[in-house]
């Protein structure tokens, strides 16, 4: 849900698209979450965070880029590891606060060396299970 | 990435076993994003949060259910619009902070009458554009 306009600013200087940037509904770190998306597979890999430069540098270099909340720096993802994700396409959803982005990925998502980051399965009961 | 130890704490009381709500990292809020996918599809559906009464309650149920940030109360799916969300399996990210909740999903995921809620293409380029 929607934030307050007080809040919903960027948080650093941007060349984002403004008629993008207006869509953005940010938290109050001036972030929105990014869902990432195996292209090949559809199997989800991991969830980060875009401020609204990371979200331009990922849809103009064609490489995944997000903000890292505890280096507080931009990341490009691959950039260590060499585990890049080529981007495939970007997609806002319906509240503007979480991005669905489909990617190419090398290598494993995860920096544990997993393939994806959701990897510790919960144990799920009751009477509407569908197994 | 993980929250600091005062900050990482259950927002409201819950009956969320306690070896999971130990491997929660929450934001602020109290909160974990909860990303949902579709079974039958692999379609990511919607990004939502969670506290640890929400998981208790999605784990347990069979109904996946939220935190309302808006209207600061739980939220069945489905239970206005029909709408709801059978759950097959949760998994906890390597960070503790991101769920991945897969569901067989009846009717529309999004209150726009969408089936997903990720509807607005973005444009990407670039040199590592892959077409």
């Known amino acids: 849900m929607p934030v307050t306009d007080l809040q919903n600013q960027p948080a650093r200087p941007s060349a984002l698209d403004p008629a993008i940037a207006a869509r953005l509904r940010r938290n109050p770190d001036g972030l929105v979450a990014a869902?990432?998306?195996?292209?090949?597979?559809?199997?989800?890999?991991?969830?980060?965070?875009m401020d609204d430069e990371a979200l331009h540098r990922t849809l103009t270099s064609g490489r995944a880029t997000y903000w890292s909340r505890s280096r507080r720096e931009y990341w490009v993802k691959g950039a260590t590891s060499g585990h890049h994700q080529y981007v495939r396409?970007?997609?806002?959803?319906?509240?503007?606060?979480?991005?669905?982005?489909?990617?190419?990925?090398?290598g494993a998502a995860c920096h544990t060396g997993s393939r994806t980051c959701f990897n510790d399965e919960l144990p799920v009961s009751g009477p509407e299970e569908n197994s």
């Open 35 to 49: 869902v990432v998306r195996e292209h090949a597979t559809g199997d989800v890999l991991m969830l980060a965070w």
């Open 89 to 106: 396409s970007v997609a806002l959803d319906c509240d503007g606060d979480a991005l669905l982005v489909t990617v190419d990925q090398v």
